[in-house]
């Protein structure tokens, strides 16, 4: 096995034991990305330069320092929308085609603080819109385990990297299941956090009150392993939580005897692929018959959920995406600003890919005078109900289980023309952003070849118990 294919856990402790380097694990992963990348398409940046050099910091920091972070000399990717100083970030999108930000999110400066080797930036969805990672100015990253199929999006660029070993671990971001639909398609484990856990400064907004940043890896260790290095208060981010750092990774356990596992009955209904189903149900009678409890349970409102996301995510991007008028920064269509009006139809007509353009009108047109209570109050009282609806369950279970996709993963341009079939595919993702809980993608087999992904969903910052069952799982599983 190269390195590139081994976690993030067993690297660390062949670092530790000095078997190996950090530069020979770089190494590899960039000798990988020779190999795949022209048919993968997973990076829009890679920083081999930098990545070296910090590299053999690593190395030094790895034979000095005695407290070190397992993160230490891994390598890790980045979603192309979170800020990285001095290195360019699109967003996937022209309007930031040649953005160099002045500052590190804060998630790139932790990460890289814990001495992590920043590999380059990946390709996504442009501004996080979409479910397939079609919508970017570099063009559509296929999935690794069969190039004509979509890699999930928007976080695409993230999850194929991290299953090709063109990268150990990767930092994405789930809106409405960036992260957890890429993961399972590409058959690696996503891990979307509780809404203020982990800091959004520095993060390129698309619809604020449901972003999230998370981690991204292939096993259920690594991903806790790196969540545990983004946690933490930010004074920087307001809606960060007021909560000391994580330690999920030393607290994991598989131990699941009594733990209650909800089946939500509006879930397993007509338009799941029964693939899908069966996997997923085979999966419960394992936890089941190693000592979990399975119940049913009923989320009431979950046939609003696609609506009310749809409304309420693009009411947020339309007022998130004013800010792009080529004025102060970006792109901007001409210099001749004779008339100012011109400039900017020109400059957002331009510089915006046909999705974004979309979402704006539809979030522009729920805003609008007249229409506001109709749509967009209504949307957010749907909201209440659908996260009441959470709650109660989670009165009687410590978590639920879910499909993550009501469907395998799909051809390359087969959505395409049809955005509400694209949307469609976010039935079992949303609810969770729109709710603020954490849920997790784990690979649950697959069909015709085609990777599934089960979904793991906890109470508000449970985060363990979501780690500790999929873990069980993966363990029990033996994938
Ligand atoms: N597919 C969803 C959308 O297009 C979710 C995207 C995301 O989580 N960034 O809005």
């Known amino acids: 096995m190269e390195l590139c294919d081994k976690s993030a856990l067993e690297l660390s402790r062949l670092l530790r034991k000095g078997e190996i380097t950090s530069r020979d694990i770089t190494e590899s992963v960039f000798q990988r990305i020779h190999e795949k990348e022209s048919s993968i398409n997973a990076f ?102 069969h190039p004509d199929y979509v890699s999930g999006g928007s976080s695409g660029g993230s999850a194929a990297a991290v299953a090709a070993g063109e990268t150990i671990l990767a930092i994405g971001t789930d809106t409405g299941g960036s992260i957890r639909l890429p993961s399972a398609f590409c058959g690696i484990v996503g891990m979307k956090p509780t809404y ?34 983004m946690t933490g208060h930010d004074p920087l981010d307001s ?36 693939r899908i189903q069966d996997h997923i149900m085979e999966a419960v009678s394992l936890l089941k018959a190693n000592g979990a409890t399975i119940r049913e349970i009923s989320l009431p409102h979950t046939q609003y959920a696609v609506s009310a996301y749809y409304l309420i995510a693009t009411a947020e991007a339309c007022s998130n995406l004013a800010r792009y008028d080529g004025v102060r920064y970006g ?40 229409y506001y209570d109709a749509y967009y109050l209504k949307a957010q009282k749907v909201r209440t109900l659908i996260r009441e609806d959470f709650i109660k369950a989670f009165e009687n279970v410590d978590c639920i289980i879910a499909p993550v996709s009501p469907c395998l993963p799909f051809k390359l341009g087969e959505k395409m023309d049809d955005p509400l079939q694209m949307y469609l595919v976010d039935i079992y993702t ?48 033996g994938d």
């Open 239 to 274: 809606t960060s939580a007021d909560m000391a750092g994580s330690n999920f990774l030393d607290s994991i356990t598989h131990d699941i005897k009594g733990i209650k596992i909800g089946i939500p009955k509006e879930y397993f209904i007509q338009g799941l692929d029964p």
């Open 331 to 370: 792109f901007r269509a001409t210099d001749d600003i004779e008339d100012t009006i011109t400039m900017y139809e020109a400059t957002r007509s331009l510089g915006f890919g046909r999705e974004v353009k979309r979402r704006i009108m539809l979030g522009t047109y729920v805003l609008s005078a007249g």
């Open 196 to 229: 203020g856990r982990v800091s959004r400064y520095g993060l390129i907004a698309y619809a604020s009150s449901l972003d999230q940043v998370g981690a991204m890896g292939r096993s259920v260790q690594d991903c806790a392993l790196l969540l545990d290095e």
């Open 44 to 145: 829009i940046t890679t920083t081999p330069d930098l990545a070296f050099q910090q590299a053999d910091k690593a190395d030094r920091r790895l034979r000095k320092e005695k407290n070190r972070s397992p993160l230490m000399g891994i390598p890790i990717a980045i979603k192309d929308i979170l800020c990285t100083k001095g290195i360019r970030t699109t967003c996937g999108s022209k309007m930031l085609g040649n953005f160099f930000p002045a500052y590190h999110a804060t998630v790139v400066d932790r990460i890289l603080d814990q001495g992590a080797v920043l590999i380059g930036k990946t390709n996504m969805d442009e501004f996080g819109m979409g479910s397939s990672t079609e919508n970017s100015i570099i063009g559509p990253t296929h999935n690794p385990l």
């Open 430 to 477: 949303v609810s969770l952003n729109l709710s603020g809980l954490p849920g997790m993608s784990i690979p649950c087999g697959s069909a015709d070849g085609l990777p599934i992904g089960m979904q793991i969903i906890g109470r508000p910052f449970d985060e363990q118990m979501v780690f500790n069952v999929g873990y069980a799982y993966e363990e029990l599983s």
